[in-house]
């Protein structure tokens, strides 16, 4: 596990994914899984987007003006409202148009309703961005940095579940037996060993 993924998790044990089950209507365990799936795949479509130059610039500055990590001081608060952060933005600019197929992948992946996945997926992705910021700040990373930084935890990711990569860009049949979904689970189950 990464170190970014690692922040999340431990932000999230304890009532938090409680609470995210509930709002759902889904299990405990479904719920931890699906954010375990979640967690990556934004993380991997942030350092996809921020390989480029100018995607390296956008992120940084849109950490720089909303995401500082605070997220995680009021984390019970923020899980009662995720509208108040805006997490369906963060998601169009970090899926684009793979968003509805990625979303139906995490509800088929998790026996959850797409609608539910998308849901989660709204809400996590301004932990991500908060997770994001906090390293950001702490290590005082300009553009370049914030670059490397995600291409380094790509790498982590990679090497860890080397299949989890391919979960992003099309969350396509590995094995081609014709469902993604024993795929996507046995890429997260390897990648949070």
Known sequence: MNALTQVITQQLAGGAVSTIAQRFGISETTANTAVQMAVPLI???LARNAS???GAESLHEAINNDHDGSIFDNLMGYLENPQS???AGILGHVF???RPAIENNLAQATGMDPNAAGGLLETVAPMVMGAVGQAQQQEGLDASGLSNLLATQQQQAQSNAPDVMGMLGSMLDQNKDGSAMDDLQSMAARFFK
């Open 52 to 54: 480029q130059p100018e």
């Open 96 to 98: 684009g148009g793979q």
């Open 85 to 87: 952060a805006n997490g």
């Open 43 to 45: 993380l991997s479509a």
